[in-house]
């Protein structure tokens, strides 16, 4: 399997990587590959977030659950997908948010990897799945390994954390809410975006909290 993680994060996480559980998820995982089944994303992508985003430059942290489940969709950046795939429904309701809170309209493609380019970690809880099975790779250990990259994130001043619907909130407990903007809303998926995503107002907060640390905005 061609599995590499950035230099910045695989020092920074070197002590998981020997840890049990993270011995018995890669078992796993490399027996799911193995196994003949449609795993996703591909296994060069698993750590794609954290490749396209070293620690340093991490500015904003947003949280998804696991990788998109159907052919073609996951590559390893939470809620993106890459063009020809069209752009899955939670998407299309972040852009409508963008659109909304910019007042400018957002991209016709899914793929978020500019985002990631800008400093934006796009990180999924569980980093692979089966085929048409969502959250069959939950509770693998994959969770514990991403609690500890926030706890890294978390190290560092002035980042601002999305954490959108309940189950990507659980990570703000690693966090420090007085040295960092930690923003809480409804998960964007159509079941719940109308209670209380639609008007967040989180990439205009992002921006603006960035810009008075000294930091660029991000071009969302």
Known sequence: MD???????????????????????????RAEYKS?????????NIFNAFNLCPLSDVRVVIIG???????????????????????PPSLKNI???????????SKTNGDLTYWAHQGVLLLNATLTVRAHA??????RGWEQFT????????????????LWGSYA???????????????????P??????NGFFGNHHFSRANEYLVAHGKEPIDW
């Open 95 to 105: 852009y409508k948010e963008i659109e909304s809170d910019l007042g400018r309209p």
């Open 189 to 194: 998926s159509p079941l719940s975006a109308y």
């Open 147 to 162: 609690d500890a990259v926030i706890r890294e994130c978390s190290k560092h001043d002035g980042i601002v954390y999305m």
């Open 65 to 87: 659950q696991d990788p998109y489940h159907e052919p073609g969709q996951a590559h390893g950046l939470c809620f993106s997908v890459l063009p020809p795939t069209p752009v």
């Open 134 to 139: 969502a959250a069959s790779h939950a509770g």
């Open 169 to 187: 909130q659980k990570k703000a407990q690693f966090v420090d809410a007085d040295k960092n903007l930690v923003l809480k809303s409804a998960h």
């Open 36 to 44: 003949g089944r449609a795993i996703y994303p591909e296994p060069k």
């Open 3 to 29: 599995v590499k993680i950035e230099q910045s994060w695989k020092s920074a996480l070197a002590s998981e990587f020997d840890k049990d559980y993270f011995i018995k998820l890669t078992d796993f995982v």
